[in-house]
């Protein structure tokens, strides 16, 4: 026999009651409840189909009403591949219901922790957003999805599942903590931590026609800290370098130049968009040279008188706040484990709190979109390890290059030595043997000599008033002035010309 969702009046928790049961207990406020069947139309389970024929979900939704569902694949962050939302409109198009399946965003508040996500390429950029506490997240939600703006007048209660078994919602929670650690190989520990159902009534005008809405989410959050311990300590490290550049500045110059503390202040507020520099701010020393400025624009000013703070009341710190509490904090993650919105024309409110109530309480996700979020985010993570891996890999193999190009860099050095070596010795034979020659003319021109080579290869110094040098049989050099002998003489007297050096 199929089970019927009920609310209990007193608490809003879900009712689970067999057809034609009477009277039944409350499982949460443990109410006795007498259920009556008069006038009541018939309410069964119910599934969101897509265009494609997939189911995204089911609900208790009345018979009469128009259903609908749409699955987006695109991945809204490492933790959600898929979004399914599902939709259900009165016959008379005057109620419209809405929900939406998980979302998680990141606010990243640790410059170090930014940097190491972006050199993964395949971490998700969407996602990524400044932190919304849960009634700015469920109003920017509802504003968006009306289209119209709201005006907030009570909340309630949110009779969805995680509201009546908050050991769900902290499992939950725990899991995209860890889910999230794994994406970044670090350990996440919870500063602050929120899991709870949040429901508010808002008002408006559409189409000049008051309409009610009803709107919330099964919020959760954490505030979280990561390890491993190098990265708690790479603020203090980096701010004493700066502080030790610092030092050796003003040493040099003379000039008290603004703390580290102040510069990693303004090098955030510039890096997260919430200061401006221009081209000339750049072109005129950069950060230091901006907050040279800065200080010296606020010292003509007038000092405000003190503000004195008055002390902060004992008690739990408000999730998102730790900060201002003196606590780290490196990452917010947050979102909805599941939104819910309802819209209806203000005389329908009644009845349209009733069918909204029954529909929250009784919806149930699609088994096979779980498996594929688990098979998606598993390959997701595999992915990301992977490319780790060869990153790892690439930069060895770069490693390897530098040292081969090292070495072979000292080779052609080593050859370049010994060419350069070889060349410089030959140039300073050449230049020792032309300052000999030079030498030699020199010292022949004193002496009134010139130098001929004998046959057999040395050299006879012979008067330079001689015009032909000959050498006889036996070796001995003439000189003879004028017109060179016969042939038929040099023949007879075996006399030969010996050229000059």
Same mark, same amino acid.
């Given at each position: #026999? ?25 499982? +949460? ?9 008069? =006038?009541?139309?018939? $309410? *069964?389970?119910? @599934? ?25 694949? $695109? ?43 972006? /050199? ?25 999805? @009306? &289209? ?7 909340? &309630? ?51 000049? +026609? ?10 959760? =959050?954490?505030?979280?800290?990561? =390890?491993?311990?190098? /990265? ?14 610092? !030092? ?28 401006? #520099? ?12 901006? #907050? /040279? ?21 004992? !008690? ?9 509490? &003196? ?70 193999? *770069?490693? /390897? ?46 002496? &009134? ?7 057999? =290869? ?44």
């Amino acid at each position: #026999m199929r089970l019927n969702a009920y609310i209990c009046p007193q608490c809003g928790g879900a009712l689970n009651a067999y057809e034609n049961t009477e009277i039944t207990q409350c499982p +949460h406020c443990k109410a006795s409840i007498r259920i009556s069947y008069e =006038g009541e139309k018939v $309410t *069964k389970e119910r @599934s969101f189909i897509t265009p494609e024929g997939q189911t995204a979900a089911s609900a208790v939704i009345p018979a009469d009403y128009e259903l609908s569902a749409v699955i987006s694949r $695109t991945w809204q962050s490492e933790m959600v591949p898929c979004t399914a939302c599902i939709d259900a409109v009165s016959s008379d198009h005057t109620v419209y219901m809405q929900s939406s399946s998980r979302e998680i965003y990141h606010d990243i508040r640790n410059i170090f922790l930014t940097t190491i996500r972006t /050199l993964v390429r395949n971490h998700t950029e969407n996602g990524y957003q400044k932190f919304a506490d849960p009634e700015s997240f469920v109003r920017n939600f509802a504003e968006k999805t @009306s &289209g119209i703006s709201l005006t907030l007048k009570s909340t &309630g209660k949110l009779p969805s599942i995680l509201s009546n078994h908050p050991e769900n919602a902290q499992a939950l929670l725990d899991r995209n903590i860890r889910q999230y650690g794994a994406f970044l190989e670090m350990t996440g520990q919870p500063v602050s931590r929120i899991a709870e159902p949040v429901l508010y009534k808002y008002t408006g005008t559409l189409n000049n +026609h008051p309409v009610i809405i009803l709107a919330g989410c099964d919020y959760e =959050g954490a505030e979280l800290v990561y =390890g491993p311990a190098f /990265l708690n300590d790479l603020s203090a490290k980096a701010g004493k370098a700066m502080e030790n550049i610092r !030092g050796a500045i003003e040493k040099s110059t003379g000039k008290e130049l603004p703390s580290a503390s102040e510069f990693r202040k303004t090098a955030s507020a510039v890096f997260s968009g919430k200061e401006k #520099m221009t081209a000339g701010d750049w072109m005129k020393g950069g950060l230091l040279g901006k #907050m /040279l400025r800065d200080r010296k624009e606020a010292s003509v000013k007038e000092e405000p008188a003190p503000v004195r703070e008055e002390p902060r009341e004992e !008690g739990p710190v408000p999730f998102g706040h730790a900060k201002e509490y &003196g606590k780290r904090v490196d990452h917010v993650l947050y979102g909805a484990e599941r939104t819910y919105y309802c819209m209806c024309f203000a005389e329908k409110e009644a009845e349209a709190s009733a069918v909204f109530a029954r529909f929250v309480s009784s919806i149930r996700p699609d088994p096979s979109l779980a498996r594929y979020e688990t098979d998606a985010i598993r390959g997701k993570l595999q992915a990301i390890r992977e490319e780790a891996s060869q990153n790892q890999a690439l930069v060895r193999q *770069k490693q /390897l290059e530098l040292q081969r190009m090292q070495m072979e860099t000292s080779r052609m050095i080593s050859r370049n030595a010994a060419q350069a070596s070889a060349g410089l010795m030959d140039s300073w034979k050449k230049k020792m043997d032309s300052d000999s020659r030079i030498s030699e003319s020199y010292s022949e021109a004193v002496r &009134g000599v010139d130098s001929y080579q004998e046959t057999d =290869g040395s050299y006879a110094e012979v008067s330079t008033a001689a015009d032909h040098v000959y050498q006889d049989a036996y070796g001995d050099v003439y000189g003879i002035s004028g017109n060179a002998p016969d042939d038929d003489i040099l023949n007879q007297l075996d006399w030969k010309e010996i050229p000059k050096k």
